[in-house]
């Protein structure tokens, strides 16, 4: 179905085009031509840190994220319950064993019970900045080194939250807050780190390329037609959170007060702009009526096939997941766009 006010719609306002052309004009199109290294370096600097690896997904950051770190088989790394499912695959992917904790009323990790789910086994954390909040690092971090931890990021919704843990990992998929399409990126200040993510990246060639490769490894590399898009994303990451934090005012303000709506945590950057309904379900269907566009919140990896527990409908993960949506979030969200969509849910509450 189309709809006039999609959740998600690419802001490709700077460079992109004329350095995709370049790119395809040098003949560069592969992982290994130069708009790559600028991106990695570009997106680093920005975040104040010292290394970037690109590669093909936030999925695949977050696999060669804990695969640098020596992750597998017997292992487990603390995950969030409320989140996308990636962030467990990505553990699971390396053999290692993920262990959920429940979300706070911000939906990010619950700081208070990750510690009691610390066993001998456990090698991370794996915070994730849940639409753009983040999440409560100082906490993390002490636990990690009181209890000899690394922490990798799960960054896929939060570009412009500056990273603090071992490793960050980033999604470049289009409806993120930048985008090159398909992408993700690792940053770390551990040059050996950087170095392993991207070798395993790369099909660990060994130096003289001999097609002797001496340990698992991946291809997820990122092509040169996408690090020209995310460099030029990356150009204009300030002017593009300054305009999502305009549209979070603006929808704060338009749905303050109405019966039947809860409002969320304001985020340190908007990714998507999340809120409850006790009609949900209905209020949905209604906005797809105006031709308004929205989604679910994530559903708790204890409900999810592969990893089932009996106690999911405990979970305020799962709560949250019964009666929260988002609406239409993108960089070129206009005014009169927000006052439609606003008024549209207004006029379904019977609001003035």
């Known amino acids: 179905m189309s ?10 306002g700077g460079r992109e085009l004329e350095y995709v052309t370049k790119a395809v004009g040098d003949g560069w199109i592969s992982s290994q031509g130069p708009y790559v290294p600028r991106f990695e370096s570009e997106f680093a600097e ?3 840190v010292s290394y970037g690896v690109a590669c093909s997904s936030g999925t695949t950051a977050l696999t060669l994220a804990l695969r640098a770190l020596g992750i597998g088989p017997g292992d487990e790394v603390i995950v969030p319950e ?7 695959w990505a553990v699971t992917y390396t053999g290692a064993t993920p262990v959920f904790v429940d979300c706070g009323d911000d939906l990010n990790i619950d700081v208070s019970l990750i510690e009691e789910r610390i066993t001998p086994r456990t090698k991370a954390i794996m915070p994730v900045h849940i639409y753009g909040r983040r999440c409560a690092m100082d906490a993390i971090m002490n636990l990690a080194y009181e209890y000899n931890l690394r922490v990798v990021e799960d960054s896929a919704e939060a570009h412009g939250v500056r990273p603090v843990g071992d490793i960050a990992c980033f999604s ?13 990126i690792c940053l770390t200040d551990d040059r050996h780190l950087a170095e392993q993510m991207a070798h395993l990246r790369a099909m660990a060639f ?8 001496k340990k698992l490894a991946y291809n997820f590399r990122m092509t040169n037609m996408q690090a020209a898009v995310a460099l030029a994303q990356t150009e204009q990451l300030d002017t593009i959170l300054a305009k999502r934090r305009e549209i979070e005012r603006r929808y704060d303000e338009a749905l303050a007060g109405i ?9 340190d950057v908007l990714w998507m702009y999340d ?12 906005l797809a009526s105006e031709s308004i566009e929205t989604r679910v919140f ?12 009996p106690d999911w409908r405990s979970l305020k993960a799962h709560r949250f997941s019964e009666d929260g949506f988002y609406l239409p979030t993108h960089t070129g969200l206009t005014t009169r766009d927000q006052e439609f969509i606003t008024d549209t849910v207004r006029k379904f509450c019977g609001a003035r």
């Open 259 to 267: 019966d039947g709506i809860t409002l969320m945590p304001r985020r």
């Open 172 to 184: 470049l998929y289009s409806n993120k807050i930048i985008t090159a399409g398909e992408g993700g």
């Open 82 to 88: 409320f989140t996308m499912i990636a962030s467990a």
């Open 275 to 286: 809120v409850r309904a006790e009609r949900r379900e209905e209020l949905r269907d209604f």
């Open 3 to 12: 709809f006039t006010h999609p959740v998600a719609v690419p802001w490709l």
């Open 206 to 213: 060994t130096r003289d390329h001999s097609f002797l490769h």
């Open 298 to 309: 994530f559903k708790p990896m204890s409900r999810q096939p592969g990893y089932l527990a």
């Open 46 to 48: 920005y975040n104040g």
